[in-house]
């Protein structure tokens, strides 16, 4: 009965893919209502530390935690300080069982952890959501601490109103994401959405899978999940997105050409309206270049992280 009601579960998850009535909140606040909050964190986030040298703050993406980073971290961390973070609700940071887990909810406990820490001539690098929360982040800092961050790298980043992708319409549909959330097993629950991030489905590692079933494992982990999902993409988005022509410090924008979550056409629109930036197109690579090729992207950001080193850091 129990293999019978989870075959019937996992057909219903692949027929859904093609469409769902995803729900939206559209009761959070707008951009100009989260900019002017407070500036101290009561809510610690989960963060690690590793290295010497200018900071480099890496922010992951939508269901991951900071292990997405595992490929990445040792080799930067050869001549920077190197710093992941496991945003709200995610990996071992704490996941209240509230209504605060927005782009700009995220982004401001990035802002004010960043500013309680001291981090300057910071450089962040985001990816997916990570890249939403990054962007959102940097925009607090330009306003707020001008000079404080001297570069930004922006991986396959929500951006721009977009068709959402299957898997989130069914997190995102009332009832049956709950259901196929909370009754399906976490392995196979990671394991279909690892198929959608990577390009080639034999890189997926196993050890990836356990641990991101063990982080869904975890005390109110759904809970955050389906909340995030619901809050993904602000309604006030599209306005928002005015502020990044007024964003110019140093940017790298990399994407997937065959990035099927985030297409390219927001990589390039991205970089036509961040002033300073430069994109970068990879190949015969998924939504995740960091955990599926790193060596791919590794040389890009050393790099541009040396580029930019080189400059003058402007104290705030």
Same mark, same amino acid.
């Given at each position: 009965?129990?293999? @019978? %009601?989870?075959? !019937?579960? *996992? &057909?219903? +998850?692949?027929?859904?893919?093609? #469409? ?15 900019? @002017? %909050?407070?500036? !101290?964190? *009561? &809510?610690? +986030?989960?963060?690690?530390?590793? #290295? ?265």
């Amino acid at each position: 009965m129990k293999k @019978n %009601l989870l075959l !019937t579960l *996992a &057909l219903l +998850l692949t027929v859904s893919t093609f #469409g769902g009535c995803a729900v939206m909140d559209k009761n959070i606040p707008g951009w100009t209502q989260y900019r @002017n %909050l407070d500036k !101290t964190n *009561a &809510l610690e +986030l989960a963060s690690r530390s590793t #290295g010497a040298g200018e900071p480099v703050l890496l922010i992951h993406g939508f269901g991951a935690s900071s292990y997405s980073w595992r490929h990445i971290v040792e080799p930067l961390a050869q001549k920077n300080r190197v710093i992941t973070i496991d945003l709200k609700g995610f990996g071992d940071s704490p996941k209240p069982r509230d209504d605060a887990y927005s782009v700009y909810d995220q982004a401001r406990l990035i802002r004010n952890f960043i500013l309680e820490n001291d981090l300057q001539n910071l450089h962040i690098i985001g990816h997916s959501y990570g890249g939403g929360v990054a962007l959102a982040a940097s925009i607090y800092l330009s306003a707020s601490n001008p000079g404080l961050q001297k570069g930004l790298v922006l991986i396959d980043s929500i951006a721009y109103p977009q068709e959402l992708p299957g898997f989130v319409k069914i997190l995102a549909t009332p009832v049956l994401g709950p259901l196929l959330t909370y009754a399906l097993p976490n392995a196979f629950q990671v394991r279909n959405l690892l198929q959608k991030v990577y390009f080639n489905d034999d890189l997926i590692p196993q050890e990836a899978i356990d641990h991101y079933a063990a982080d869904l494992g975890k005390p109110d982990a759904k809970y955050a999940l389906l909340t995030s999902v619901r809050q993904m993409l602000p309604i006030d988005l599209q306005q928002f997105s005015d502020n990044y022509t007024s964003l110019t410090i140093p940017t790298l924008i990399i994407w997937s050409r065959e990035d099927e979550i985030v297409p390219l056409a927001v990589g390039k629109r991205l970089h036509e309206n961040l002033p300073n930036s430069k994109l970068v197109i990879m190949s015969d690579v998924g939504h995740a270049v960091q955990e599926e090729k790193p060596s791919l992207l590794l040389p890009h950001l050393h790099n541009f992280l040396e580029t930019v080193s080189h400059r003058t850091a402007i104290n705030p």
